[in-house]
């Protein structure tokens, strides 16, 4: 019944009827109300870091914040398939003709 009545609201009717009602209620954001919303950036929820390949990307800003030991962000992770070789050569055994095989099939 709940999943009914809720599932028949928009969110902002939703929210406003429960809270008429003193029922505890807040938005599940999306990734676009994250960014739409000014209180993720007066309290800079949201960091820009450089991509090599893509230039500036907007991602999430290390949460909690701590007052001596603040959280970094310094780069976005290895290019995908950096690994490819030392995990299908190297933990799977697989010589460089099976590993080309499986790239030019779509596999890896």
Known sequence: ?????T??????ALIER?????????????IADIFED???AARDDLATVEH????EIV???PIPRMGETPGA?????PPLGNANEAVYGGLLGLDASEIARLQDAGVI
């Open 73 to 77: 962000i310094t780069g976005l992770g």
């Open 1 to 5: 019944m709940v999943a009914a009545w």
């Open 59 to 61: 991602v999430p800003a």
């Open 38 to 40: 000014p209180q993720f």
């Open 18 to 30: 429960c809270v008429a009602g003193e029922v505890p209620i807040g938005p599940l954001n999306t």
């Open 7 to 12: 599932g028949s609201l928009d969110r902002a």
């Open 52 to 55: 090599p390949d893509l230039g």
